[in-house]
């Protein structure tokens, strides 16, 4: 299954304790373009939908992907997070 969204997380690891060392986005991983007339560079996620069902059934996907992303991010800040109590023990040995 190829997916829509996922996590860019990007982490400072040579700077464990500043104040910005980690910065986190949902990324597009796949897309279309539109195509349609005056439409031609709309950034489609949805595979073409014709009833109402189809539509909810893409948004359902969507969103299960985008709690996917919620969860891979979760695990990421509580490495950080980990990391850096880590480091702050070793700083005061």
């Not at 700077?15 to 991983?29: G, K, T």
């Not at 195509?35 to 031609?40: I, K, L, R, T, V």
Request: contains cysteine; charged residues 30%.
């Amino acid at each position: 299954m190829q997916h829509s969204f996922g996590l860019l997380f990007l982490w400072n690891k040579q700077q464990p304790l500043a104040n910005l060392d980690a910065i986190a986005h949902v990324s597009v991983q796949s897309h279309s373009k539109g195509g349609y007339e005056g439409h031609e560079d709309a950034i489609l996620l949805t595979s073409q939908c014709v009833t109402l069902k189809e539509l909810e059934y893409e948004i359902d996907r969507l969103k299960g992907e985008l709690e996917d992303v919620r969860e891979a991010a979760r695990k990421k800040f509580a490495s950080l997070g980990e990391f850096k109590a880590e480091c702050t023990l070793r700083r005061r040995e």
